[in-house]
């Protein structure tokens, strides 16, 4: 059923009327076979796609529509220009589906309405569509005698493993995203690669990536979902997702079962940045005198995340002079790191507070003596601010025994799906949109 929810909205159902009469009235010369359920709603969803307005009303006008705080879902319908007695019997056709008592604020949905020639007479409401789940919705719609109709539609859903290889154009999260890559999946690459690589300084145009993933997609194209990150490859270096025994979550490891998890990530920003200043002696931008510059900066754009390069405990979470939102985190070994001109913490970010590697902690800012949006970056040995890029990175460990033949095996299928360009195999989707209830069937319910 392919269908844009807009032009079925805009639906008359004259054309429905008389579509379902030569389907259920087929000439005496030559029967016609019965119609599955699934091909009346097609040709339904046809019927109503190239339908007009009924006689003395205006072409029907596509009105989006959304629940307010405090407002009912007829209250809602109402605010379309349609009179209470009509938006009180568009409710009561939808209740037949649902229970609109608990359709809550925010909840989206649209409309069709036509209004009268000339402007004398009330509007009517032609069509009205709600999503009602990741592959269904409900359609409300009139039939020849102007009566409400309301049928439930459902799109067939696959599960696809996707196989997604490109060469960088721009960035690789641009490119990513482009090449039709979520956030989610956009940003669990960018925490993998950052444990090995400097996303700003060691990735070049033309550099080939590769991501592997799962998700649900509909008949139309539409994805609903979106699972896990299985591979992800970049310049030639290949990260595989696997769950060792007894680990609390799924890591990543080499094609060699090493785990890629680094003591310390190589920078504490994954993208959109430059470095501005590097650690050593400069002359300060604001007052103009030459002296040491005890950290790295980086020039990112206002709201930038930044993640904790390493496990560790919150130190400081306050202002500080210069530095102004200033952030310590106290790591293992003696290292701690700084973060300075932040323009706020992530959410529960406060002293005592633990940490765990690629945690947004907080965000870029141009808090304190700053000229413009960066971050200031320090780390600290045994109390004595060290140049960053002078940290030795020790990489994890490897797995053994059944860990590591479990992992092979993983890692196998991974490439038998990589080397077939993908996989796909049908689900059934059965959730409901959030807000919405199933009330009981009722006799009237097509």
Avoid: C
């Avoid at 079925?8 to 119609?35: D, F, K």
């Avoid at 992992?407 to 360009?421: H, L, M, P, T, V």
């Amino acid at each position: 059923m392919r269908f844009a929810p807009h032009l079925l909205t805009a639906a008359a159902a004259l054309t429905v009327a008389t579509l379902a009469g030569r389907v259920y009235q087929p000439a005496q010369a030559e029967p016609v076979p019965e119609l599955t359920a699934q091909q009346i709603a097609v040709l339904e969803a046809q019927a109503f796609a190239a339908a007009g307005a009924p006689a003395g009303l205006t072409a029907p006008e596509a009105i989006p529509v959304q629940i307010r705080r405090g407002e009912t879902f007829e209250q809602a319908v109402q605010r379309t220009g349609i009179s209470g007695a009509e938006a009180q019997a568009v409710a009561a056709t939808v209740s037949n589906a649902y229970d609109v008592s608990q359709m809550q604020a925010g909840l989206r949905f649209e409309t069709a309405i036509a209004r009268p020639r000339g402007g004398l007479g009330e509007a009517r409401l032609i069509g009205l569509t709600m999503r009602t789940g990741p592959a269904s919705q409900l359609t409300v719609s009139r039939s020849f005698d102007g009566a409400l109709r309301l049928r439930e539609l459902e799109e067939r859903v696959t599960e696809e493993t996707v196989v997604l290889t490109s060469e960088v154009r721009g960035s690789l999260s641009a490119t990513a995203q482009r090449m039709g890559a979520d956030a989610a999946i956009r940003r669990a690459a960018t925490r993998i690669f950052g444990h090995r690589f400097d996303l700003q300084r060691d990735i070049r145009a033309s550099d080939e990536f590769t991501l592997v993933y799962d998700r649900k997609v509909t008949e139309n194209g539409r994805t609903v979902d979106t699972g896990d990150l299985l591979y992800a490859e970049l310049k030639g270096v290949a990260f595989y997702r696997y769950t060792p025994a007894g680990a609390r979550e799924p890591q990543y490891f080499d094609a060699s079962g090493k785990n890629i998890r680094s003591s310390m990530m190589r920078t504490p920003l994954l993208r959109g940045f430059r470095v501005s200043s590097s650690f050593g002696v400069r002359t300060h931008p604001i007052s103009g005198f030459r002296r040491m510059h005890q950290g790295i900066d980086f020039a990112a754009a206002t709201g930038t995340p930044i993640v904790a390069p390493a496990d560790g405990v919150v130190v400081e979470a306050r202002r500080w002079g210069g530095y102004g939102n200033w952030l310590r985190i106290r790591h293992a070994n003696g290292l701690e790191s700084g973060y300075g001109h932040l323009s706020r913490y992530a959410s529960g970010i406060r002293a005592g507070q633990r940490v765990t590697q690629g945690q947004v902690v907080a965000y870029v800012g141009s808090t304190g003596a700053s000229t413009g949006p960066h971050l200031h970056y320090e780390i600290w040995r045994n109390g004595q601010r060290i140049n960053p890029t002078s940290i030795r990175v020790d990489v994890g460990t490897e797995l053994t025994g059944a860990d590591l033949a479990g992992f092979r095996a993983e890692k196998a299928r991974i490439d038998r799906i990589i080397a077939a360009g993908g996989q796909r195999r049908p689900v059934v989707m059965q959730a409901s949109a959030p807000g919405l209830r199933p009330a009981a069937p009722a006799a009237t319910r097509s």
